[in-house]
């Protein structure tokens, strides 16, 4: 909020909730900035069919699930591993 890039604002229905705005002028530059990424993303991908993109994007999914799934046992004390 302080660098103007959002505008904060209350909810009308419930005053604890707090809605985030990105002000439309600042998301242009934002996107102007990710623009030289998207090229460099999209030049990368060519080099790829769209099985191979297909496959890279489910291994991405699944390896993510396992993470994440990991990361909660170990915050629910589910690992024996390191006691003792």
């Known amino acids: ?5 959002v505008r904060r604002e ?7 909730r707090v ?3 990105l002000l439309p002028d600042r998301a242009r530059r934002i996107g102007r900035l990710f623009e030289p ?3 460099a993303m999209a030049e990368l991908h060519a080099h790829y069919s769209d099985e191979e993109l297909a ?13 994440l799934e990991q ?4 915050e629910r004390g ?4 390191g006691r003792g």
């Open 1 to 5: 909020e302080r660098a103007g890039f």
């Open 10 to 16: 209350r909810d009308s229905d419930d005053r604890r």
């Open 19 to 21: 809605i985030v705005h």
């Open 37 to 39: 990424l998207a090229k």
């Open 55 to 67: 496959l890279m994007v489910e291994y991405t999914r699944r390896g993510n699930a396992i993470a």
């Open 71 to 74: 990361t909660a046992k170990v």
């Open 78 to 81: 589910g690992t024996s591993r």
